[in-house]
């Protein structure tokens, strides 16, 4: 059973930047789409980047290039690098992991997910 790790996670004032780690516990190159996916208090689940294998990005709009996702062969490991936080940053932010690719995610979904770390982003 594959297994997600974060980490990273923790409190920070607006402004500021905070870098999301997530593990596998297997050969991350099996999966062909990783990302990054935040529960907000009150609002929807929602994606916040994903990477595909050949490291092709895509970001949600509210991102506005303050976040950047990359995956690491070598450490087996996927990061968010996210700058300027805001407030309305706050929330759960988990690692999700599928064997098809980003374009199929609409019709696959995410198979495999992290237990989710917190973000809390004071003004």
């Known amino acids: 059973q594959e297994q997600l790790m974060e980490s990273g996670g923790g409190s920070v004032q607006a402004g500021g930047s905070l870098k999301l780690s997530c593990a596998f516990t297997?050969?991350?190159?099996?999966?062909?789409?990783v990302g990054w996916y935040r529960q907000i208090s009150g609002k929807d689940f929602e994606q916040v980047a994903i990477?595909?294998?050949?490291?092709?990005?895509t970001y949600a709009d509210f991102v506005q290039g303050r976040f950047r996702i990359s995956r690491d062969r070598a450490s087996n490991s996927q990061y968010l690098q996210m700058n300027s936080l805001k407030p309305e940053d706050s929330g759960t932010y988990y690692c999700?992991?599928?064997?098809?690719?980003?374009?199929?995610?609409?019709?696959?979904?995410?198979?495999?997910w992290g237990k989710g770390t917190p973000v809390n982003v004071s003004s």
């Open positions: 297997g050969n991350i190159r099996i999966y062909l789409c």
């Open positions: 990477i595909g294998s050949g490291s092709e990005t």
């Open positions: 999700a992991a599928a064997r098809v690719g980003c374009t199929a995610l609409a019709t696959y979904g995410m198979a495999y």
